[in-house]
């Protein structure tokens, strides 16, 4: 979005950290974030959050004025100087839990006020010198009571710190339990100094994500607390509904840990890691896991009360006692059995959504043979409207273009890849929608064979040259003539905006 650079605010001579919007992200979209990230920030009052002082606009440049944190690196630095260590300090996984609920804090006020940071990272977390978060960059935030200016089905977030409803682009709905997941990613960061969601393309870090369980922390380090490994844990459940309801309990786990007090959070049971092993498995275990998963409780409940038998197996009464207690053990493993089949279910719908968002990219990259794949891979009865809209899409068939008099001698693409423009002999330029092959309108005013076109880079104005040694400028829009450049004494054969979109050369 921008750059970052150290500033003095004359007025209250303080110097700031004042973010300056990049000219090649000037357009609606890039200026409704930029306007959202300035909103967001000045909603929030707290110490583990950086303040923003104020917003404008001066010669062209958009900014926001910031706190400045002398003397601060962000998480992910401090993370690659812990990893270069030989060992870990030995208060490190308390010094570790200790700023992940500072953290959790700043969150928690941040959610009060109808802020959600969906881009939770190392990177946008600063340490202070003296060791306390600063929460930054919410330039992502989603403000709960405004409308959104993400699209449905937009990625928004980091890859690897993204919750599974991020990565289902919103399918399963997203609220402030994104950022307990992300936070919980976080966490086990700096537990392991490894992410827990690794891959070489987005598509597998996507499905780790969405269907694989890492290993707990303290797995891979064995000094990690287990207290702090099933803390992460919950913060990291697939289904926001088994995680921290608030950043608050949170943060009051994370606590209870320093203070040796019992934690909320519990261990995922047998039949729970059961049903986790359905999820990453829905294909080859979709019948076997529930079935295993019903024998398991059941064998487990009927050993229980076969020990509770040989210890009261003396009376009719204890006779009767156990009865009841079978029966109550075969209802219980019944309603575990629905809880597998319910568990399958959404592992199935988390595998289609995984294979609807490769396919997606499958698409983006010309690569129909590996969308075509995927789609392949989701069940018939789990296809929806985006399932139907990417099969359309694998259809790569060229489209032709017709209108002009005379022959082609440059055509061009808008920078959001939805409109062409081009130029010919018979001396006009014409726009065709890209997706329909539609002609949306002529631009006349050249005398003679229009030799060149470009856009400028917020896909605003077009620039053409041509065999009459001028230059046009024309409003991508309207398609009305604005400028008439002369001055060379031959054909114009090419031109170029700088990126900026302020200067034209040819």
């Known amino acids: 979005m921008g750059e970052v650079w150290e500033a003095e605010q004359l007025s209250l001579s303080r110097r700031v950290a004042l973010k ?25 009052s707290h110490p583990g959050i950086v303040a923003i002082h104020g917003t404008g606009q001066d010669e062209g440049l958009h900014w926001i004025a910031m706190e400045l944190v002398e003397d601060a690196c962000d998480l992910r630095r401090a993370l690659d100087g ?19 609920a500072e953290t959790a804090d700043a969150l928690e006020v941040a959610h009060a006020a109808g802020v959600i940071h969906r881009d939770l990272k190392p990177a946008n977390i600063l340490v202070t010198p003296d060791d306390h978060p600063k929460v930054s960059d919410f330039g992502l935030a989603k403000l709960t009571d405004e409308h959104s200016i993400s699209l449905a089905g937009d990625l ?34 700096m537990l392991t100094l490894v992410r827990p969601f690794e891959g070489d393309t987005t598509e597998q870090v996507a ?11 303290n797995e891979l380090r064995s000094k990690v607390p287990g207290d702090l490994a099933v803390i992460c844990g919950k913060a990291m459940e697939k289904d926001p509904d088994r995680r921290y309801t608030t950043m608050a309990e949170f943060a009051a786990d994370l606590r209870r840990h320093l203070a040796n007090e019992p934690i909320m959070a519990r261990p995922p049971t047998v039949l729970q890691r059961a049903g986790k092993w359905v999820k990453r498995n829905p294909a080859k275990s979709a019948v076997a896991g529930v079935a295993a998963a019903a024998f398991l409780a059941i064998a487990l409940l009927l050993a229980q009360n076969v020990k509770k038998s040989q ?63 995927r789609l392949s891979d989701c069940p018939e009865e789990l296809r929806d409207w985006e399932w139907m809209h990417l099969d359309l899409a694998c259809d790569l068939s060229m489209q032709t273009l017709e209108g002009h008099e005379g022959n082609v001698f440059s055509v061009a693409w808008n920078p959001t890849g939805t409109r062409i423009v081009s130029c010919s002999e018979d001396g006009t330029l014409r726009i065709w929608d890209a997706a329909t092959g539609a002609s949306l309108q002529t631009l006349e005013g050249h005398a003679t064979r229009v030799q060149c076109v470009a856009w400028n880079p917020a896909g605003t104005r077009i620039v053409s040259g041509s065999r009459d040694k001028t230059i046009r400028i024309w409003d991508a829009t309207t398609g009305a003539k604005l400028q008439t450049l002369e001055g060379h004494d031959e054909r114009v054969y090419s031109v170029a905006w700088n990126p900026s979109g302020t200067r034209i050369v040819s």
Do not use: C, W
């Open 20 to 44: 300056l919007l990049l000219p090649e992200r000037v357009d609606s979209k890039g200026l409704d974030f930029f306007a959202r990230e300035a909103r967001a920030g000045g909603r929030l």
């Open 82 to 100: 812990i990893r270069e260590e030989d060992e870990l300090p030995g208060d490190y996984y308390e010094q570790s839990a200790l700023f992940l």
């Open 156 to 189: 928004v977030g980091t890859y690897f710190y993204m919750s599974p409803e991020q990565v289902a682009a919103k399918r399963m709905g997203l609220d402030h339990r994104t950022d307990v997941f992300s936070l919980g990613v976080v966490l086990y960061e």
């Open 207 to 217: 499905h780790k994500i969405l269907v694989v369980d890492p290993p707990p922390p």
């Open 311 to 373: 210890e009261i197996v003396e009376t009719n009464t204890a006779l009767e006692a156990e009865t009841e207690a079978a029966a109550e053990a075969r209802e219980t493993a019944l309603a575990e059995a629905a809880k597998a089949v319910e568990e399958r279910d959404r592992a199935e719908a988390m595998a289609y959504a995984a294979n609807v968002h490769a396919a997606g990219a499958a698409v983006r990259s010309v690569n129909a043979a590996e969308a075509r794949r």
